[in-house]
């Protein structure tokens, strides 16, 4: 199947299929290929000039791999991949492997530019999240021992990415990415691992990797008294303005049913929230709800929708990523998390605060009207939102998508929180979408928003 977008193409994948995407000019367009890997070769074989990247799904086991490149020097490519392979034999010393790891380079380096892609072939990462935590890793160990890493790339590990497969050019150049063996055995997520093949690694500070093209060097510093000898940076915001900061005792009710029902066993100081509204919080329980069992080796996670107050339980293991559960009183079914039922009364706090008003703004009516008419779904548009049609934001966050005709009411704390997240997600705003943003990073008494901007996103 060819899809042109690629959010059609991951949504009819399935578990044996492989996304590829192709560049179709010099803009970066492409289209997208779902098929399963013998399809895939017959047609790559059929193709003259090759412009293929394999698209890394979120949650699938990936292999280690590296993209390695230098503009201004020669990269001794051996002795990288030999600090790599030393530091990888250290990490699965540590998980009482066995494995020895075999390493594949890829080679695209021109007299201009050295470039290469290194995969490890026989060791897997829960995703691309926890690969990257791994080559964070590294990268902090070669700071420390003062080794060069500038060469490694270190913003390849997000979401969704796309890592040129062997064979393959980028469209309108003509460095070819070579190895002798097949590009299908040179793949990233395939074939995909027995369950006891695959690692966890958390950050350096010990937090749950999440989708980041940041560089350790932003995101940790050295602090001898902290875990591992690194802690995260703290980064200097417009929020330190704020005399309130608080951390989020708004969910407390929830993480302490999670705690007594379940025995969770929350890391509540190991959280990471994402642009989406995602808080993702870590756990020292083993008991997984989607096994129905314990796990011998790796612990669960929650992850918590905090626009729908939906609990999530979450796991490591391979299978259980695979498995079906049903949703509560329902015949639907997720796969790889267990929705877990918490009491609605454990969010009264949390929902008490979000309904407060900010204060108000005035807005001029014939401004938004002229706004809402730069779309073709103009209807969709209200005074709270920002310029991006398919992006909703009722007044009080939950009630769906309908329209919100309240133009002289104040905004709510959620509905200013929607913006903050847009904002963070680089979503254009409406001017009166940035001014009620400005109004809560200035100095909001909200205790919800104080921990949204101080503690929960980097603003």
Not at 66 to 88: C, F, G
Not at 206 to 220: A, D, R, V, W
Not at 279 to 288: D, E, I, K, N, Q
Not at 329 to 340: A, D, H
């Amino acid at each position: 199947m060819k899809f042109y977008k690629l959010g059609q193409a991951l949504a009819v994948s399935n578990s044996n299929d492989i996304i590829i995407a192709e560049d179709i000019n010099k803009s970066g367009s492409k289209v997208f290929y779902v098929k399963n890997i013998v399809e895939l070769d017959k047609l790559y074989d059929s193709i003259k000039n090759k412009h293929w990247y394999e698209t890394l799904k979120e949650n699938c086991p990936t292999r280690l791999f590296l993209d390695i490149e230098s503009e201004t020097d020669v990269v001794d490519i051996h002795s990288l991949v030999e600090y790599i392979n030393n530091s990888l034999l250290e990490f699965l010393k540590c998980k009482d492997s066995m494995l020895r790891p075999v390493f594949e380079v890829l080679d695209s380096s021109s007299s201009e530019k050295s470039s290469y892609h290194v995969i490890c072939t026989n060791v897997y990462f829960a995703n691309v999240y926890h690969v990257g935590a791994f080559v964070r890793r590294v990268i902090c160990a070669m700071i420390e021992q003062k080794v060069r890493y500038s060469d490694i790339d270190a913003s390849v590990y997000t979401k969704n990415r796309m890592f040129r497969v062997n064979g393959s050019t980028k469209f309108g150049s003509q460095r070819i990415l070579k190895h002798n063996k097949s590009w299908t055995s040179l793949l990233v997520q395939y074939p995909q691992p027995s369950s006891l093949d695959v690692f966890t690694c958390s950050e350096i500070d010990n937090t749950i990797p999440c989708s980041t093209s940041s560089h350790p060097e932003e995101l940790f510093h050295r602090d001898q008294n902290s875990y591992n000898g690194w802690t995260t940076k703290i980064i200097k915001r417009a929020s330190e303005k704020l005399s309130n900061s608080t951390d989020c005792q708004l969910l407390t009710p929830v993480f302490d049913w999670l705690d007594h029902s379940l025995d969770a066993q929350l890391q509540i100081n190991n959280q990471t929230i994402t642009s989406n509204g995602q808080l993702f919080v870590s756990s020292h329980s083993r008991y997984c709800q989607i096994k129905n069992g314990q796990h011998r080796g790796n612990h669960v996670w929650f992850s918590i929708d905090l626009n729908r107050r939906i609990v999530y339980q979450c796991c490591y293991d391979a299978v259980c990523q695979k498995k079906q559960c049903f949703l509560p009183n329902s015949e639907e079914t997720l796969t790889g998390k267990k929705v877990i039922s918490v009491p609605s009364d454990c969010w009264s706090l949390w929902d008490q605060e979000w309904d407060k008003h900010e204060p108000y703004i005035s807005n001029n009516k014939s401004t938004v009207n002229r706004e809402a008419r730069k779309t073709s779904n103009s209807n969709k548009l209200n005074s709270y939102q920002g310029r991006d049609h398919n992006v909703y934001y009722e007044n009080d966050g939950r009630n769906g998508k309908a329209y919100n005709y309240a133009t002289e009411t104040p905004a709510k704390a959620w509905v200013v929180a929607q913006f903050l997240l847009a904002r963070q997600r680089g979503q254009p705003l409406s001017d009166l979408a940035n001014k009620y943003c400005d109004q809560a990073l200035a100095g909001t008494t909200n205790k919800a928003l104080q921990w949204l901007i101080s503690d929960g996103l980097n603003f």
